[in-house]
């Protein structure tokens, strides 16, 4: 009898070049590499530099070497999201072709303003698993008649996600599956906890929901292992994927290499970069035993 052959199981190590790799970005390539090896499956990297105003080569050319030193191997081509800008507008297409996005003018400071307002009444504003402030609903609201004035007017705006609209038109519960360090099992998402999320802005034509979605679908990606810090994100992708009808992959988010502080690592710590670590002679079989491998 012929049996259906067994997909691939699809890693991808995802970072953006917008500062350098630390130990962080380290035990996430090492764990994708691990579990791809163990799965028999395929590594991929992507370049996430979809935001060109925080992106820069020289960042990319040192994560090339950093990967290297580490003693990891990618599939080529990698996949570079500044070249595919197209898939992302496609999607943002199919979006907008559901009524689900409305432009957005209003400016950091009406934002605050707004934000204060409304605390001024007693009641402490939304804020997402990230701790920033909903965006407020005024854009949402404003009559069609003002908004095509405004984007005639050429007025600087970003694209935002209707999330409500949006979690009409889902008729069943959102779920993953997630194997990783922190809540394990089927997860139910719950993206309305992020409100109207950003999808586009004039200087970066996709935000990272929207591109790392496009891109997993594209790229086949059938897990996704990544920092805990992008687990609640997971139900925003959740969302995006039930929308354009995309796969869900499985997903592992593995706990953080927090700092001496306690706080999780930023792109500026230098100590704990694997660049100064190569510098300073630590070897990659060090880096490795330093994140328990
Ligand atoms: N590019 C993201 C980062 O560097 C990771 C995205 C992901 O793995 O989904 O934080």
Same mark, same amino acid.
């Given at each position: 009898?012929?049996?259906p052959?067994?997909?691939? !199981?699809?890693?991808r190590?995802a970072p953006?070049?917008n500062?350098?790799? @630390?130990?962080? @970005?380290? &035990?996430?390539?090492?764990?994708?590499q691990k579990?791809?090896?163990?799965?028999?499956?395929?590594?991929?990297? /992507?370049?996430e %530099?979809? %935001?060109?105003?925080?992106? $820069? !080569?020289?960042f990319?050319?040192?994560i090339f /070497?950093?990967? +290297?030193?580490l003693?990891l191997?990618?599939?080529s081509p990698v996949?570079r999201?500044?070249q595919h800008?197209?898939?992302?507008?496609e999607a943002?297409?199919r979006?907008e072709?559901?009524?689900l996005?409305y432009p957005?003018?209003?400016t /950091?400071g009406e934002?605050?303003?707004?934000?204060a307002?409304?605390? !001024?009444?007693?009641?402490p504003?939304?804020?997402d698993?990230?701790?920033?402030?909903l965006?407020?609903?005024?854009d949402?609201?404003?009559? +069609?008649?003002q908004?095509?004035?405004l &984007?005639k007017?050429?007025?600087?705006h970003t694209? /935002?996600?209707?999330?409500?609209?949006?979690?009409?038109?889902?008729?069943?519960?959102?779920?993953?599956q997630?194997?990783g %360090?922190?809540?394990?099992?089927e997860?139910?998402?719950d993206?309305?906890?992020?409100? %109207?999320?950003v999808l586009?802005r004039?200087d970066a034509?996709?935000s990272?929901?929207l591109?790392?979605?496009?891109?997993?679908?594209?790229?086949?990606?059938?897990h996704v292992?990544?920092?805990?810090?992008?687990f609640?994100a997971?139900?925003?992708?959740?969302?995006?994927?039930?929308?354009?009808?995309?796969?869900?992959p499985v997903?592992?988010?593995?706990?953080?290499?927090?700092?001496?502080?306690g706080?999780?690592?930023?792109?500026?710590?230098g100590?704990?970069g694997?660049?100064? &670590? $190569?510098?300073?002679d630590?070897?990659?079989a060090?880096?490795?035993?330093?994140?328990?491998?």
């Amino acid at each position: 009898m012929h049996s259906p052959s067994r997909q691939k !199981a699809v890693f991808r190590f995802a970072p953006s070049p917008n500062g350098f790799l @630390h130990l962080g @970005h380290a &035990l996430s390539a090492l764990t994708n590499q691990k579990m791809a090896q163990e799965q028999g499956g395929r590594l991929l990297l /992507r370049i996430e %530099d979809i %935001d060109q105003t925080r992106c $820069r !080569a020289e960042f990319e050319d040192e994560i090339f /070497r950093d990967l +290297a030193w580490l003693g990891l191997e990618f599939e080529s081509p990698v996949r570079r999201q500044s070249q595919h800008v197209a898939d992302y507008q496609e999607a943002l297409s199919r979006l907008e072709a559901l009524g689900l996005i409305y432009p957005a003018f209003l400016t /950091r400071g009406e934002v605050k303003a707004r934000l204060a307002a409304g605390e !001024a009444s007693g009641k402490p504003w939304p804020r997402d698993p990230d701790g920033a402030p909903l965006y407020p609903p005024d854009d949402r609201l404003r009559p +069609a008649s003002q908004r095509a004035h405004l &984007l005639k007017n050429g007025l600087r705006h970003t694209l /935002r996600l209707d999330m409500q609209k949006a979690l009409s038109l889902v008729k069943e519960p959102l779920t993953f599956q997630e194997t990783g %360090d922190g809540e394990k099992g089927e997860i139910t998402a719950d993206p309305s906890v992020w409100g %109207d999320v950003v999808l586009s802005r004039s200087d970066a034509p996709s935000s990272y929901h929207l591109s790392v979605v496009v891109d997993d679908a594209l790229q086949g990606v059938t897990h996704v292992v990544r920092g805990l810090d992008l687990f609640h994100a997971t139900s925003v992708h959740r969302l995006l994927q039930q929308l354009l009808d995309l796969p869900v992959p499985v997903y592992h988010h593995h706990r953080l290499v927090l700092g001496a502080d306690g706080r999780k690592l930023s792109k500026s710590q230098g100590s704990t970069g694997i660049a100064a &670590l $190569r510098a300073a002679d630590h070897s990659p079989a060090d880096i490795r035993h330093l994140l328990g491998f």
